[in-house]
């Protein structure tokens, strides 16, 4: 039974997938409704179930339509002690044998030799409207965009300014938009060669490439090139994948090509990637964009039905609208496009010109009342200090008694979960704590909410009075 679910999951995700992902996974056991299955890596968990865990439960559905839950483990015998290798000079010329690594399975599977790198070294794809004349800047990146044009900018043998240049910023605040206007604008002039990936494609690229054993090829191109885009850094994951990104990262900077890169946090809260690798990213130069403040918004719309009118003329959003717009959605530049294409939607459809009412009613679930981001530190060690009769200053003092710990645990990890702080910046308002003692409040409050129910109930609590 178990060959015809491997069956059924191989013609569902394809071999290529398959083997990648699926060739080293193991059964384990079959209870009533529960299957149990095992895979001798935590990336190759993680992995699948980010990306498989339904695809994975309905191949089983399919041969046992009472199982309903997959328990995915990882088997304890192939312990991967990664001893990262230093030099990336000296590596490219090692043969391909790196027993011992994390993802070293991945590469024992198929041989057949195909293009993968070839496909990975394409880039990821662009949206031809993500350029930089379709920027708007504003007070929260005007820095960003300075630096992402004056890298755009560079030629081939200038000096690199800031390298690597590394931006971070909450989902929707434009991360990719000017990643990708770097892309267009400096693969404009031929001379240099200007490379966007996504973290996934540089990582399915690098595993494709063990996997047909073209690793090498995939290493020499990648430091073939002038200018190294990467985009959702904070996906990066696997041993033997982010090795091979320090090394990369290494070559280029050494060599004296431009490394860009976008994430979702700062380089300190990468907390899966190798300190090298981290205090490496946080060398250059590192520019926060924050959130979109109103006349950024308001560009951003003004900008998003230019670019409509482009090919439906009779298309206007009156100024009104703008505005209410502007300061209704607040938190994202993709709810801000999603609220002009629905307005254009709307308006093509039924033949009828933007109003406001029109606009109301149809964005109505984009507008959030409620703004996390507004939640204040200070905010958070006020309620959970009076919620636990303990003081403020308690929580941010030395003590360690457990009336005092637990509620200032309780409330780092409502300042991480809650606000967009960093740990190290979390860490500097609770009297100068360590990023790492942060980290442990939060996976140890994290851990607690799921088995304690009245921790659970209170941590609820807390974040309704401080939603309200
Ligand atoms: P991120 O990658 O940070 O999640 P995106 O770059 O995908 O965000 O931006 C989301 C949407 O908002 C895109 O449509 C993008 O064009 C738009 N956007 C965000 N910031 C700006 C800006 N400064 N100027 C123009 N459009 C923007
Ligand atoms: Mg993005």
């Given at each position: 039974r178990w060959s015809r679910v491997k069956g059924r999951l191989r013609s569902t995700v394809g071999e290529d997938i398959y083997s990648s992902w699926f060739a080293r996974m193991d059964l384990e056991s079959v209870h009533g409704e529960s299957v149990r299955l095992s895979v001798p890596t935590r990336f190759l968990k993680s992995w699948i179930q980010a990306h498989y865990a339904e695809r994975v439960l309905s191949c089983w559905q399919a041969e046992l339509p009472d199982v309903h839950r997959i328990d995915l483990t990882v088997r304890s015998a192939m312990r991967c002690a990664a001893p990262v290798r230093e030099a990336p000079a000296t590596d490219a010329r090692r043969p391909e044998r790196s027993e011992?690594?994390?993802?070293?399975?991945?590469?024992?599977v198929a041989t057949a030799p195909a293009s993968a790198n070839h496909d990975a070294l394409g880039g990821s794809p662009l949206d031809p409207r993500l350029t930089f004349q379709s920027f708007v800047t504003g007070r929260s990146n005007t820095l960003a965009h300075a630096a992402a044009r004056q890298v755009a900018e560079?030629?081939?043998?200038?000096?690199?300014?800031?390298?690597?240049?590394y931006i971070h910023a909450g989902v929707g605040l434009g991360k990719t938009h000017l990643l990708q206007a770097v892309t267009w604008a400096g693969n404009a002039g031929t001379e240099r060669r200007v490379l966007y990936l996504t973290a996934e494609k540089f990582m399915y690229g690098f595993v494709a490439a063990l996997k047909t054993q073209t690793a090498l090829a995939f290493k020499e191109a990648l430091r073939g090139i002038d200018v190294l885009v990467i985009d959702d850094l904070q996906f990066l994951q696997g041993k033997s994948t982010q090795a091979e990104f320090c090394h990369t990262l290494n070559a280029l900077i050494d060599a004296g090509r431009q490394v860009v890169i976008a994430a979702d946090r700062p380089p300190s809260d990468l907390?899966?990637?190798d300190d090298r690798v981290r205090s490496r990213l946080a060398g250059g130069l590192v520019v926060e964009m924050g959130s979109l403040g109103e006349e950024l918004r308001l560009g951003i719309l003004r900008s998003r039905v230019e670019a409509a009118r482009?090919?439906?003329?009779s298309f206007d959003v009156p100024e009104p609208v703008l505005d209410y717009l502007a300061k209704a959605i607040t938190h994202n530049g993709r709810d801000l496009e999603g609220a002009i294409n629905r307005l254009l939607a709307h308006s093509k459809l039924n033949a009828q010109p933007v109003t406001l009412e029109m606009a109301e009613r149809e964005v109505r679930d984009l507008v959030r009342p409620q703004e996390p981001r507004r939640i204040k530190i200070e905010d958070i060690q006020r309620v959970v200090a009076r919620q636990y009769n303990v003081s403020r200053s308690d929580l941010l003092s030395s003590r360690r008694t457990a009336n005092v710990v637990r509620p200032r645990q309780v409330a780092m990890y409502l300042a991480k979960t809650l606000t967009l702080r960093s740990l190290p910046e979390i860490g500097r308002r609770f009297g100068g704590r360590d990023h790492t003692t942060v980290l442990h409040a939060v996976r140890k409050i994290e851990a607690l909410v799921s088995k304690d129910a009245t921790l659970s109930d209170e941590v609820e609590l807390l974040k309704r009075q401080l939603q309200e």
């Open positions: 011992g690594r994390d993802g070293v399975e991945l590469k024992t560079g030629r081939r043998g200038d000096s690199v300014m800031f390298n690597p240049l907390e899966s990637l482009v090919h439906h003329a």
